[in-house]
């Protein structure tokens, strides 16, 4: 690890140089223009340098970007792994919702998160935050992440925390460089790489649901997830942000995310909220659902609910 | 006493949702498959090195005059089980008549392939809650036009004797030094 970590961090930061250039002009279109140029240093590819921004690749020129990382990952991490892109479907709007009666705290989903989608080993990362509370109180800043015993705990419940995509995402909006958006299922996405690790849509998340990779996450090369796509679980470079995107490399094939399919409780539900048939929609139309922090008008799609 | 005829079927017993009518109808590509995480309806026995899944006609083959109807009143047999359900007696769920049945607060025998039925007559708000996907859990696809979905048997989760979720060792906690300030204190 330590000889990928001073080559990183020994030039000068692509993301560090571009961070100091915004911050001093304050313009995000400056940002976004010279964006290419200042995030240049010896270890970018010419290929790197020159990708262009999500929206307005081709086909063929994503088809390239997927092949070179492809190419990379076996470099960097020793691993086959085959990368798509997959789009949003049509006439689908992801919603989730969660059963704070059922849930027990054993942090399955978080750890089923941390295997799919690739994340860190020595931080033990994760998308998904899961919060041992007290009993009558609902503010999960006053949570505690950390616990480790054997769940249920007498007088606690649980709330796992994961990112909300949110219809009015502040992240999204703090974004100097459009590295982050929201996509028409409702996804919000990161570019990795796009990403200039300012790390204000971090700050700008009242669900501390962005991860920042410090380091470049480290994974032996048996344990990576080989089905990955570029929104979604593919290797994170170092200075860039993360965070859930509802597994879209399987949501968007119809599959379930794969935290739900690590409950072992049955607390999680998923699915189409266009689909008036949907398993969500009944839990909104029968169940009393709320959201978190609603009064800070992000508007989720994540909801929560207790039985009865 | 014991002409044994082993109950060698095949392990995990699949039932059709839609033969159940237990999930709102549905016009899919695939369908919703229950599947039990035990052979219903046998009692595993250690025999040499194997185990193996007997009926439970194979031993209950006459009518027992002063059958058990408490846990506490068994002496010679099953008494390793544990029993927290309420008061319910055994032939609450169980039928006297045929150990191979289950059976219905209205005296009908059921299979225990259709276990689910027996469940739902006194836990009502939980089988529409099952049926409708918010109870339960599920794998597979959200789209049954995708691909098929498989769905716990309710006793996957309650041990029918025992229902009460079990408690569990939680999986590692995060490692990362990076949650915000107030949980890091809030942990100590």
């Not at chain 2, 095949?10 to 919703?32: A, G, I, R």
């Amino acid at each position: 690890m330590s000889d990928s970590e001073t080559k990183e961090t020994a030039g000068i930061s692509r993301r560090t140089m571009l961070k100091a250039g915004g911050a001093t002009l304050g313009a995000a279109a400056f940002a976004r223009a010279f964006a290419p140029l200042t995030e240049w240093k010896p270890t970018t590819s010419v290929d790197d340098f020159l990708q262009k921004h999500y929206k307005e690749m081709s086909k063929t020129d994503m088809d390239s970007v997927l092949r070179r990382l492809e190419v990379e990952t076996k470099e960097n991490y020793g691993a086959d792994v085959s990368i798509e892109d997959v789009k949003p479907l049509d006439g689908v709007k992801f919603g989730y919702a969660l059963n704070l009666s059922a849930c027990i705290g054993c942090r399955k989903c978080a750890d089923a998160c941390h295997k799919e989608n690739n994340h860190d080993r020595a931080t033990n990362n994760s998308y998904i935050r899961v919060f041992e509370m007290e009993q009558g109180s609902i503010n999960f800043e006053h949570g505690n992440a950390t616990y480790d015993h054997e769940v249920p705990a007498d007088g606690k419940y649980y709330m796992p925390v994961q990112c909300q995509q949110c219809d009015n995402p502040p992240c999204v909006k703090v974004c100097p460089v459009e590295a982050t958006w929201k996509e028409k299922d409702g996804i919000v996405v990161v570019d990795y790489d796009w990403c200039i690790g300012c790390r204000y849509c971090e700050a700008a998340c009242p669900y501390h649901a962005r991860r920042f990779n410090w380091k470049k996450p480290e994974v032996p090369a048996e344990e990576i997830n080989p089905v990955q796509a570029y929104l979604a679980n593919r290797m994170r470079p170092q200075g860039t942000m993360e965070k859930c995107h509802f597994c879209l490399h399987r949501t968007r094939k119809g599959r379930m995310p794969a935290c739900l399919e690590a409950c072992p409780t049955g607390a999680r539900v998923f699915g189409n909220l266009l689909d008036p048939e949907s398993e969500i929609r009944w839990v909104l139309a029968n169940k009393r659902v709320f959201v978190l922090k609603e009064d800070v008008g992000t508007v989720p799609s994540f909801f929560y609910f207790f039985d009865q | 006493m014991m002409a044994v005829t082993l109950g060698c079927q095949d392990f995990s017993s699949k039932v059709d949702v839609t033969e159940l009518s237990s999930e709102p109808e549905q016009k899919t590509v695939h369908n919703t498959q229950i599947v039990s995480s035990r052979n219903l309806g046998t009692l595993e026995v250690q025999l040499g090195d194997r185990t193996e899944g007997v009926r439970c006609g194979v031993c209950h083959t006459t009518t027992n005059e002063s059958p058990a109807n408490r846990p506490d009143e068994l002496t010679e047999f099953h008494t390793e089980m544990e029993f927290g359900h309420g008061d319910l007696t055994c032939n609450a769920c169980h039928n006297p008549e045929d150990r191979d049945q289950l059976r219905l607060a209205d005296g009908r025998s059921l299979a225990f392939e259709n276990t689910l039925l027996l469940c739902a007559q006194c836990h009502g708000p939980q089988m529409r809650d099952y049926r409708r996907g918010a109870h339960g859990g599920m794998k597979g696809h959200w789209d049954l036009n995708k691909g098929p979905r498989t769905r716990n048997h309710c006793v996957n989760c309650h041990d029918p004797h025992d229902p009460a979720f079990p408690k569990m060792f939680p999986a590692p906690p995060p490692r990362d030094r990076l949650m915000p300030k107030k949980k890091e204190e809030a942990d100590h």
